[in-house]
T-cell receptor, first 110, second 115 residues
Framework: QQPVQSPQAVILREGEDAVINCSSSKALYSVHWYRQKHGEAPVFLMILLKGGEQKGHEKISASFNEKKQQSSLYLTASQLSYSGTYFCGSNSGGYQKVTFGTGTKLQVIP | DADVTQTPRNRITKTGKRIMLECSQT?????MYWYRQDPGLGLRLIYY???????NKGEISDGYSVSRQAQAKFSLSLESAIPNQTALYFC??????????????FGEGSRLTVL
């Protein structure tokens, strides 16, 4: 079952902050975050692991609440380059089989 | 050159035709995946392979088959294409040694249109 992302879409002005949420109905080993520009491949942003370890982008932060099976991605001081669709991916079995959410479309305007 | 290469990048075909999408990688990863992307539905897993002898169905495997010819090559076939298989298809790889921290490395995508 796909994780649920919210919001589905958001428009920001440059410099504003945003939070994207991801919720799963299954226990999670890890949560992935990717950004995709229109017509391009998804690009890795971050992985959050059960137990608190993180791996990923220096300028983007995220949280992972294992008990609630939720993750949030924090985009601060947004730039035009942050525009795109953000996907969270849940890994429930620990085998790198990732199930993606339906995405959050983020648009940053001047 | 891209580490994960998909061919063709764009294909238009007719209902009932057999189509093969190919994926090759130079990352040396054992694990390979095929995802399908439709607007508003995100990326959905079609098939995945954890090594040459291991192939598994994903969420939406009906109407598709795969072949893992070598560690570096993983092909997706549509035996008899239908219009609702029109989508953007992505191949991805991951390194099993990375465990749960293993990110997915995506190819550039293959856009398939079935008329």
């Amino acid at each position: 079952q796909q994780p649920v992302q919210s919001p589905q879409a958001v428009i920001l002005r440059e410099g504003e902050d945003a939070v994207i949420n991801c919720s799963s109905s299954k226990a999670l080993y890890s949560v992935h975050w990717y950004r995709q520009k229109h017509g391009e491949a998804p690009v890795f942003l971050m992985i959050l692991l059960k137990g608190g370890e993180q791996k990923g982008h220096e300028k983007i932060s995220a949280s992972f609440n294992e008990k609630k099976q939720q993750s949030s991605l924090y985009l601060t001081a947004s730039q035009l380059s942050y525009s795109g669709t953000y996907f969270c991916g849940s890994n429930s079995g620990g085998y790198q089989k990732v199930t993606f959410g339906t995405g959050t479309k983020l648009q940053v305007i001047p | 050159d891209a580490d994960v290469t998909q061919t063709p990048r764009n294909r238009i075909t007719k209902t009932g035709k057999r189509i093969m999408l190919e994926c090759s990688q130079t990352k040396g990863h054992d694990r390979m995946y095929w995802y399908r992307q439709d607007p508003g539905l995100g990326l959905r897993l079609i098939y995945y392979s954890f090594d040459v002898k291991d192939i598994n169905k994903g969420e939406i495997s009906d109407g598709y088959s795969v072949s893992r010819q070598a560690q570096a090559k993983f092909s997706l076939s549509l035996e008899s294409a239908i219009p609702n298989q029109t989508a953007l298809y992505f191949c991805a790889t991951s390194d099993p040694l990375a465990g749960a921290a293993g990110e997915l490395f995506f190819g550039e995508g293959s856009r398939l249109t079935v008329l």
